[in-house]
T-cell receptor, first 115, second 114 residues
Framework: GNSVTQMEGPVTLSEEAFLTINCTYT??????LFWYVQYPGEGLQLLLK?????DKGSNKGFEATYRKETTSFHLEKGSVQVSDSAVYFC??????????????FGTGTLLAVQP | NAGVTQTPKFQVLKTGQSMTLQCAQD?????MYWYRQDPGMGLRLIYY???????DKGEVPNGYNVSRLNKREFSLRLESAAPSQTSVYFC?????????????FGPGTRLTVL
């Protein structure tokens, strides 16, 4: 079946360090891939997305590239800030559209950035 | 626009009590979803509604019922709460049927069942 695997946290970094959070997926067809961020006490917000192979999603200095050959969608940021501390979720949505193509989430990775 | 709103924010129940979690969106979205979030398990889909008047089971529907009251509102009911239903519940909505559409989430309801 379809699934998402992301690295376990917590990930603890110093401010201005480089961030990578690994995400791999298993899916049939051509899913859309997403990164969501959850700040403390809040709901999830879309951070970035990619809808086809080799697409790069980017937002707020974060990037992720849809790699079909390695079934991966790793999240990266060149220089993290304390305000980036949050839980990050990788998710996929099966190809073909339709509301019945539900989001499948990874377990989430807690990022803690220290000043 | 308020986006997706959920009430209540917090709730404590005793085992066997019932309650309804409310969700509303003012973005004219067609599809709505209920998730639960548990530590180490990410978000799991409970029920969803592809359009007004339709509902379908998700990954973990047991112990829950839903009602899509109109296009705006999608409620989740626990008929007889159990400690295993202690969780954070999120409602989400999607504009249409494109595979790349973003899901918009509410702020969540934190439920504790004693």
């Amino acid at each position: 079946g379809n699934s998402v695997t992301q690295m376990e946290g917590p990930v603890t970094l110093s401010e201005e360090a480089f961030l990578t959070i690994n995400c791999t997926y298993t899916a049939t067809g051509y899913p859309s891939l997403f990164w969501y961020v959850q700040y403390p006490g809040e709901g999830l917000q879309l951070l970035l997305k990619a809808t086809k192979a080799d697409d790069k999603g980017s937002n707020k200095g974060f990037e992720a590239t849809y790699r079909k050959e390695t079934t991966s969608f790793h999240l990266e940021k060149g220089s993290v800030q304390v305000s980036d501390s949050a839980v990050y979720f990788c998710a996929l949505r099966k190809g073909g559209g339709g509301a019945t193509n539900k989001l499948i989430f990874g377990t989430g990775t807690l990022l803690a950035v220290q000043p | 626009n308020a986006g997706v709103t959920q009430t209540p924010k917090f709730q404590v129940l005793k085992t066997g009590q019932s309650m309804t979690l409310q969700c509303a969106q003012d973005m004219n979205h067609n599809s709505m979803y209920w998730y639960r979030q548990d530590p180490g398990m990410g978000l799991r889909l409970i029920y969803y509604s592809a359009s007004e008047g339709t509902t379908d089971k998700g990954e973990v529907p047991n112990g829950y019922n839903v009602s899509r009251l109109n296009k705006r509102e999608f409620s989740l009911r626990l008929e007889s709460a159990a400690p295993s239903q202690t969780s954070v519940y999120f409602c989400a909505s999607v504009p249409g049927t494109s595979g790349g559409n973003e899901q918009f989430f509410g702020p969540g309801t934190r439920l504790t069942v004693l």
